[in-house]
C-alpha cells in the first residue's frame, strides 16, 4: 500500500480510536449496554469494553500507518495456510 494512502488511513484510524476511549458515554448512548461485558467485568463494564475497543481500534491505526500491519497479517496467513 502506498505510504500516501497508508499514512492518513492510519491516522484516521487512530483518531476514531482516540475518540472511542475519551467519548465513551457516547457510544454507549448510541449502542447501549453489552450483555457480555456487564456479565464479565461487572457494574460499568460495558465502559471498559468500549475503552479496550478504542484502545484496539488505536493500535490497528498505529499498525496501519507504520506498515507493521502487512507483516502481521502475513505471519497469520502463513500460520493458517501452513505455508
Known sequence: MS????IPFGLI???IGFYMVKKTDVLLEWF??????EAKFGPGGTRFFYKL???F???IGIFIATNVISDVLTS???LLTHT
Do not use: N, S
Open 3 to 6: 505510504p500516501f494512502f497508508r
Open 13 to 15: 484510524i487512530m483518531i
Open 32 to 37: 447501549g449496554e453489552v450483555p457480555f461485558a
Open 53 to 55: 475497543l478504542g484502545v
Open 57 to 59: 481500534v488505536t493500535f
Open 76 to 78: 497469520i496467513a502463513k
